[in-house]
């Protein structure tokens, strides 16, 4: 079996009509599913909360739960604000520089456009400090097949390793 695609991905978020206003005026998503319910459906414990949902264009779903009886929330403290995020595709760098100029215009802080050889990418925090990413693919058809060819051998080399190759078969493609 193969999964077949993403249906959701959940955060959780401190006010959900506040997040609703922030995906939608700067990723143009829009809430399209909101479940408010006092009990959770897959154990019936007592956690009133509101699910609500952000089709993106694919049909999937960018979602978050607020929940107002639980402690505050807070983010991993031992891992690095930059390696916990959620990245999101537009279809092209006009898009890109359109959330960002968006964010900028607004005071929000944007890092980026910042090229990675297969995508370039913008990142930025939504109002709960969760990082997102705004990626444009950017990957060329021999590139991918070169980095799906030397996916095992790079992987074999870090776990034995904890270190990057050597020769680093994506960044001299690029120069190539």
Same mark, same amino acid.
């Given at each position: 079996?193969?999964?077949?695609?993403?249906?959701?991905?959940?955060?959780?978020?401190?006010?959900?009509?506040?997040?609703?206003?922030?995906?939608?005026?700067?990723?143009?998503?829009?809430?399209?599913?909101?479940?408010?319910?006092?009990?959770?459906? /897959?154990?019936?414990?007592? /956690?009133?909360?509101?699910?609500?949902?952000?089709?993106?264009?694919?049909?999937s779903?960018?979602?978050?739960?607020?929940?107002?009886?639980?402690?505050?929330?807070?983010?991993?403290?031992?891992?690095?604000?930059?390696?916990?995020?959620?990245?999101?595709?537009?279809?092209?760098?006009?898009?890109?520089h359109?959330?960002?100029?968006r964010?900028?215009?607004?005071?929000?802080?944007?890092?980026?456009?910042?090229?990675?050889?297969?995508?370039?990418?913008?990142?930025?925090?939504?109002?709960?400090?969760?990082?997102?990413?705004?990626?444009?693919?950017?990957?060329?058809?021999?590139?991918?097949a070169?980095l799906?060819?030397?996916?095992?051998?790079v992987?074999?080399?870090? /776990?034995?390793?904890?270190?990057?190759?050597?020769?680093?078969?994506?960044?001299?493609?690029?120069?190539?």
């Open positions: 079996m193969k999964v077949a695609g993403l249906h959701h991905v959940a955060y959780r978020c401190r006010d959900a009509a506040r997040t609703a206003a922030f995906y939608e005026r700067y990723l143009g998503l829009a809430c399209t599913i909101a479940i408010a319910e006092n009990r959770v459906p /897959s154990t019936g414990e007592w /956690s009133p909360h509101i699910h609500v949902f952000f089709e993106m264009g694919d049909g779903f960018v979602a978050f739960f607020e929940l107002p009886e639980s402690p505050e929330m807070g983010l991993d403290p031992a891992t690095p604000a930059w390696v916990q995020h959620l990245a999101l595709k537009v279809p092209d760098m006009a898009a890109l359109a959330v960002r100029e964010l900028q215009a607004d005071g929000h802080e944007v890092v980026g456009p910042t090229d990675h050889t297969i995508c370039q990418s913008l990142y930025f925090f939504d109002p709960d400090g969760h990082r997102l990413e705004v990626a444009v693919d950017t990957m060329k058809p021999e590139m991918a070169m799906r060819e030397r996916a095992p051998t992987l074999a080399e870090w /776990s034995r390793t904890k270190r990057a190759p050597e020769v680093d078969p994506l960044h001299e493609h690029a120069r190539g």
